[in-house]
């Protein structure tokens, strides 16, 4: 009895965290070819789901993001599968972005060469945001324009598993101890507790440190003409030069993050 009693508990987990969401009833995807950015930013926001997410961890800084596009007249592309019985698990708080647009795991196929800065947030760090990161440098190492770009990651509308985390990190107890609290009592649970990007940063703390733990998730780039000189900021400083352009004077791709976006829509200053 006690037996059936967890499992009813644990079952009640999984259910519970699939219908959290149910914030947008009706979702009218388009077609990829009708997808057309014109303007010179757009906010991707990938698969934010309670299937992966949660506790929400992402929810926040999502929200924001989406308020501060609006508000800046940028243009917002959702990113979701096509799925009816995980459509509940999303949590989108604004149920009228730019375009909805199907995906099934953070792929996309529409033009995004009219943008030279893509702001990102809403996805599971390793897995689904890292595929849309992997299509957004696909389609501007193949473009003919050699222009400045930019990718914005805010760090509280991201959601991880920690995978990057490592034994031999210095902070690695500290993000041992941080996920026992996160787990207390519900060991292994599905979907199993994330934490944010943004949480990841308040666990190394160490600026270098910081610096050197995002690096080992950033976009491929290595596409990318050499020509160009690639670029870590970090809350509006420059961090670091990744890699020599060989162009005279040459274009720059810009591997930005920032911790948040201000409760009233404006962002940490940034040098653009």
Known sequence: MKKLGILILLLGVVVGSQSFGASCPSVTFTPTNAVKLTGGSALIVTHPSTMWDGRFVSKLGMDAMVRYAKKKGIQVVYLQDENKST??????????????????????????????????????????????????????????????????????????????????????????????????????????????????????????????????QLPPYSGFSRDYQIELYLNGKKEEVIRQGLAKNPPVLKFEYVNSVYVDGEPIPSHH
């Open 87 to 216: 459509a509940n698990t999303y949590f989108f708080s604004d149920c009228n972005p730019t375009y909805w647009v199907a995906s099934g795991g953070g792929e996309f196929s529409f033009d995004v060469n009219t943008p030279s800065h893509i702001y990102t947030v809403g996805g599971h760090w390793e897995l689904c945001q890292r595929t849309t990161m992997y299509d957004l440098m696909d389609k501007w190492k193949n473009s003919p324009l050699l222009v400045d770009r930019t990718v914005t990651t805010v760090m509280d509308g991201i959601y991880t598993a920690g995978e990057n985390f490592r034994q031999g990190d210095p902070y690695y107890s500290t993000y041992e101890l941080f996920m026992s609290v996160i787990n207390y009592g519900r060991p292994r649970s599905w979907p199993f507790p994330k934490l944010s990007l943004l949480e990841s940063m308040g666990i190394i703390k160490d600026e270098k440190e910081q610096v050197s733990f995002l690096k080992r």
